[in-house]
């Protein structure tokens, strides 16, 4: 027989493991296809900095991104799309007008670290009954500037686009990664 001491700290070490490796879920979450359009903002991530997934520090020194809080799919905690990886490729600026020139077909494998809280009419804002201000369900929020992305990543050319940097149109591609 077990001592019910023993038992007792059995037991609630357990139920502090499965606490703590159990994502929490959105009430309401956004299913991401596997291919597909989204918005991409930027956002600076500190060197060493642990985000949402609780990924280590070193984490920042690799392509990664912050996904929209209705698609990560919690607001407590790591979610579902914690270690997700897509292809991103840029497509053109939030209006088209004017487009890319040249045309810009960059693109990055990423790896979803953080979530992009939802609030406001920003463009994480997105719920599974409306979409942000683009039209779209779905943001990457792209930690960067990165050492692991290059500097010339997005089109920065503010005479012709009226902006350096800001938010860009892209496809996305959901990749099965180990």
């Known amino acids: 027989m077990i001592p019910v001491p023993l038992l007792v700290h059995t037991l609630l070490s357990l139920v502090c493991l499965l606490s703590v490796s159990t994502p929490t879920r959105a009430t309401e979450w956004i299913d991401y ?6 918005t991409l903002t930027h956002y600076t991530l500190p ?25 990560y799919g919690s607001s ?3 979610g579902p799309s914690c270690g997700r990886c897509f292809k991103i490729t840029l497509l053109d600026s939030y209006t088209g007008t004017p487009p890319f ?35 779209k369900y779905i943001n990457f929020d792209l930690a960067w500037p990165s050492v692991a992305i290059p500097n010339d990543f997005f089109p920065s050319d503010e005479a012709l686009y009226g902006y350096t940097v800001g938010m860009i149109q892209m496809s996305l591609e959901n990749l099965e990664l180990i």
Do not use: E
């Open 76 to 78: 407590t905690g790591y």
């Open 47 to 71: 060197n060493g900095y642990i985000a949402a997934c609780g990924c280590t520090g070193a984490s920042t020194q690799y392509p990664t991104v912050a996904m929209s809080q209705y698609a």
């Open 33 to 38: 296809p596997d291919n597909g359009t989204a």
């Open 101 to 135: 020139f040249p045309n810009v077909t960059k693109s990055v494998v990423v790896k979803v670290t953080d979530l992009c809280p939802a609030g406001g009419a920003g463009w994480c804002s997105a719920t599974p009954n409306k979409p942000n201000q683009s039209g």
